[in-house]
């Protein structure tokens, strides 16, 4: 039988995407280089008086990208209290460095960037099906949660006064306060036993 453009696909052969799986998978494997390059890319930009401590900017960028591809998987719903958590204390800091609204939220963007960027130089398997829209809502509402929750992190520093006056230079972890550093521990570790339980449960 002769297909005319147009003519809708023939039902005896199912269309292939790129699912779940096959995401999570693929961000996975770019974990390390969005890490890498998130960091250099908020470091590069210089915004706000105070510049974030390396070692505080590189917990806070592992601790969010580890959670990117677990937003995606069978798990998201656990972490998504975690997510939100983290963002909102990136928020914070920002507020904390001096950044206004917009450059903390430009500061997120930058991950949506990298990720975007690597989406369309290596797309998952080879780019050779497409990607199940599915999938890209899921990603697309993952980081405008992010983009939010980093707002209202911000906006809550300034409401409480959490900032203030101090001249520009590098900001220390000491003197985020102990609350931060305890904030941003638990959710680390909240993160771990979710996916400790995740391993456990596919081995039995």
């Not at 696909?9 to 998978?25: A, D, I, L, Q």
């Not at 697309?140 to 006056?165: I, K, M, Q």
């Not at 909240?190 to 995740?198: D, K, S």
Request: aromatic share 6%; glycine share 10%.
């Amino acid at each position: 039988m002769q297909i005319k453009p147009g003519d809708p696909p023939s039902p005896s052969v199912p269309t292939v995407r790129v699912g779940m799986v096959e995401f999570t998978e693929w961000l996975d494997e770019r974990v390390e280089n969005l890490r890498v390059h998130w960091a250099q890319e908020i470091e590069a930009t210089g915004l706000g008086h105070g510049r974030i401590d390396e070692g505080l900017l590189n917990r806070f960028v592992h601790c969010l990208v580890d959670m990117l591809p677990l937003m995606l998987g069978p798990h998201r719903d656990q972490i998504l209290p975690l997510w939100i958590r983290g963002f909102e204390l990136f928020g914070t800091v920002a507020a904390r460095r001096g950044l206004a609204a917009g450059e903390a939220i430009e500061e997120v963007h930058l991950l949506r960037e990298l990720v975007i960027r690597d989406l369309y130089r290596d797309p998952p398997m080879g780019g050779t099906v497409p990607l199940s829209l599915r999938e890209v809502l899921r990603l697309n509402r993952a980081l405008d949660r992010a983009v939010t929750h980093a707002s209202v992190g911000h906006t809550d520093a300034l409401f409480f006064e959490f900032f203030d006056a101090e001249g520009s230079g590098v900001l220390p972890e000491a003197d985020m306060g102990p609350e931060l550093s305890g904030q941003l521990d638990e959710i680390e570790s909240e993160v771990h036993l979710v996916t400790a339980g995740a391993s456990v449960r596919s081995l039995d």
